[in-house]
């Protein structure tokens, strides 16, 4: 947690990828699937550690079965990534935040994982809330430095400018 560090392929066997990667080295816009090479040319103190593929499945598993306890709505969208559709379950747990508060802390205390967590009415915003909040905690006063916001915000820009010109052409 201290130092940039990902998970990658061995480049020796051509299966040189980045296939995870912490706040450090995200920092640093290191992103998945860059290649080690490129990944290593932006930090070059970069530490890469193999893949356990069992480890991260158990606790992928373990973590969507905490997300059932508070809503059966959870779309998995990757090993470390899920979305939760949480309307009908505020009634019962809480507000949103309060919900994210309640699984977050479950997760650590169980699991000793930190998880990140964003809430909004769509899937969208509530990725874009996460990244927001992670640049944020991680120093990162002006989120748009973050790699991933950046591709957000100018896909949304060009969304906007391609809106604004069907209007004209309208």
Do not use: W
């Not at 061995?10 to 995870?20: E, T, V, W």
């Not at 990725?127 to 992670?134: D, G």
């Amino acid at each position: 947690r201290q130092v940039p560090m990902a998970v990658s392929g061995d480049p020796n066997k051509r299966h040189g990828i980045i296939l995870a990667k912490n706040y450090k080295a995200k920092a640093y816009g290191i992103y998945t699937p860059e290649t080690v090479y490129s990944a290593l040319r932006k930090c070059p103190n970069l530490v890469l550690v193999k893949p356990h593929y069992s480890e991260y499945k158990k606790y992928s598993d373990l973590v969507n079965e905490v997300y059932m306890k508070y809503t059966d709505r959870v779309e998995k969208f990757s090993i470390d990534e899920s979305f939760l559709d949480i309307t009908e379950s505020t009634n019962i747990f809480g507000s949103p935040y309060e919900i994210a508060y309640k699984i977050k802390e479950e997760i650590k205390e169980k699991y000793g994982l930190t998880i990140s967590v964003g809430v909004s009415f769509c899937k969208v915003f509530a990725k874009l809330a996460k990244e927001i909040y992670v640049a944020a905690k991680n120093g990162d006063s002006d989120p748009s430095n973050n790699a991933a916001l950046r591709m957000v915000i100018e896909k949304a820009k060009a969304e906007k400018k391609a809106a604004k010109n069907i209007q004209k052409a309208e």
